[in-house]
């Protein structure tokens, strides 16, 4: 079974500039969930997402992020601008819809590093 | 906020068992208990989860008080790629997963 995909793997932009990362989940997935981890910290869900529709967005910076589920399938999450403050990994993890055997996996995650 | 406390770190010997204690004292009844891990570099990978009863699979056990106020992960027998941070979340109904700082996990020859 193939695992969550994320791309790209590494980003490099200046502060003002915008970026976008693109996440594939597991086929069959109904949730899918974007974090930001900054180094020496805990993953921090940005939003969570229940087919195309948004369970929990309360920890996303909507001033400058922004994230779609187009279909119920892949997803992006944007910045616009970035800030130095940005520089995290950040990783999608996709699960089935909610129930007792239900487990989320993650992908590798995209490393950006604003300049 | 994670509504899991987690010691910082801990040190295993090779080959000996580790008990990864969390404190969970404002969990639901219909919260679940799970434990994830992150090796450097790498995004998190589940290991178990519970709701109340004791749970073991291939990787690990994990034993939940009876007032589910707290839990332990046992690893049975530690190796040194068990050297990761170990994070132990209450999962919400709707699927949301809070994390906490983690323990980190140094397993020594």
């Given at each position: ?31 899918l ?12 869900l940005?939003i ?14 909507k ?11 892949d ?41 | ?26 969990i ?30 291939e ?51």
């Amino acid at each position: 079974e193939a695992g969550v995909a994320q791309s790209p793997r590494y980003k490099i932009i200046e502060k003002r500039q915008s970026v976008a990362f693109w996440c594939n989940p597991i086929s069959g997935h109904a949730t899918l969930y974007w974090y930001q981890q900054i180094l020496g910290q805990g993953p921090k869900l940005l939003i969570q997402f229940q087919n195309n529709g948004v369970v929990d967005d309360s920890q996303l910076p909507k001033d400058r992020f922004s994230a779609e589920r187009l279909k119920g399938v892949d997803s992006t999450l944007k910045i616009q601008p970035a800030k130095l403050e940005d520089s995290a990994v950040y990783l999608c993890a996709s699960s089935p819809l909610w129930g007792k055997n239900t487990e989320a996996f993650f992908g590798q995650g995209t490393r950006l590093t604003v300049v | 906020d994670a509504k899991t406390t987690q010691p910082p770190s801990m040190d295993c010997a090779e080959g000996r068992a580790a008990n990864l204690p969390c404190n969970h004292s404002t969990i639901s009844g219909n919260e679940y208990v799970y434990w994830y891990r992150q090796i450097h570099s790498q995004g998190p990978q589940y290991i178990i989860h519970g709701l109340k009863n004791n749970e073991t699979n291939e990787m690990a056990s994990l034993i939940i008080t009876e007032d589910r106020k707290s839990s332990t992960l046992i690893l049975p027998h530690a190796t040194l790629r068990d050297t990761a941070v170990y994070y132990c979340i209450v999962r919400a109904y709707t699927g949301k997963l809070i994390f906490g700082q983690g323990t980190t996990l140094q397993v020594k020859p």
